[in-house]
């Protein structure tokens, strides 16, 4: 019988296993989840922080570092093409040209970088307000599932993924 943790654990596993997009099926795969999740966790934090800077909505700011229009590949938002004119013009309105002199154009650039590992870590896209709080709430059900993993492997004795391994059964 699990206990109560183990528990939460296997109910939280179960919502996150949809919401990832690789498996994990190995202690790598663990490992790089792990640090994924930190890492979108601490872009998401610095979205939030930028965008409040430049006056403009996390949604906005994401459309920009992500285009999202009619010309995005709808199966991997990732997959960066140029917008279309009329996006283009509308990001220009918006004082998203800021972003670009911040940090001499290397915040923008590194943003980006973190926007696409989010994209690769979980299923989500980021074309507004509403889909980064959703991808929001997935990160922070990622990273407290971790650590919860984590604390639960530790005092187990065992490691995070052979802790994961046991609770898949």
Not at 96 to 111: N, Q, S, V
Request: charged share 25%; with cysteine.
């Amino acid at each position: 019988e699990a206990s109560a943790p183990e528990q939460l654990l296997q109910q939280q596993w179960f919502e996150l296993e949809l919401l990832l997009r690789s498996p994990i099926g190995s202690e790598a795969d663990w490992e790089r989840t792990s640090a994924a999740a930190r890492e979108a966790k601490a872009f998401l934090e610095l979205m939030d922080g930028t965008a409040k800077e430049l006056g403009v909505l996390k949604g906005v700011l994401s459309r920009h570092l992500l285009p999202y229009d009619s010309n995005t590949d709808i199966n991997d938002q990732s997959n960066r093409r140029p917008l279309s004119p009329r996006s283009a013009a509308a990001m220009r309105e918006t004082g998203l040209g800021k972003l670009a002199d911040m940090e001499g154009g290397a915040l923008e650039k590194r943003m980006i970088e973190q926007a696409v590992a989010l994209r690769r870590l979980v299923r989500v896209k980021l074309a507004d307000d509403a889909d980064v709080a959703q991808a929001e709430a997935g990160i922070g059900q990622l990273t407290s599932f971790c650590i919860g993993l984590e604390g639960l492997a530790t005092a187990s004795g065992k490691s995070p993924y052979e802790m994961l391994q046991s609770l898949t059964v």
